[in-house]
């Protein structure tokens, strides 16, 4: 399977493992940051070194390692979410937000 599996995601050069799991993922060009699919890991690494990362800080201080323009875009899904909603519908589902910050934040 090993081998049909290298050869779907596009080669061997093309292929990294996640440093928890070890599951598979093929590249995706302009994604550098990578997070893992499987629901029970979670991890988020770089594609180009395959260490785990738990902060956008290890792109701006390794020269090798770059975001690229794919994962600023998927960073920024609440912005874009909060510019194309409807106002009327953000005034009305604010408070029930704020309510749930406040009551998740102290716990």
């Known amino acids: 399977m090993k081998n049909v599996m290298t050869y779907a995601l596009g080669g ?20 550098n940051y990578v997070r893992c699919a499987d629901s029970r890991c979670q991890t988020k690494f770089c594609w180009t070194c395959g260490k785990e990362q738990t902060s956008w800080q290890h792109f701006g201080n390794n020269e090798m390692c770059r975001v690229g323009w ?3 875009w998927q960073g920024t899904w609440l912005f874009r ?6 106002p009327c519908c953000l005034i009305c589902i604010s408070p029930i937000v704020w309510l749930l ?3 998740s934040v102290p716990l």
């Open 12 to 31: 061997a050069s093309r292929i990294r493992r996640c440093p928890n799991c070890h599951e598979m993922y093929g590249q995706r060009p302009g994604c």
């Open 70 to 72: 794919d994962d600023i």
């Open 81 to 86: 979410c909060l510019l194309t909603t409807n």
């Open 101 to 103: 910050f406040f009551v």
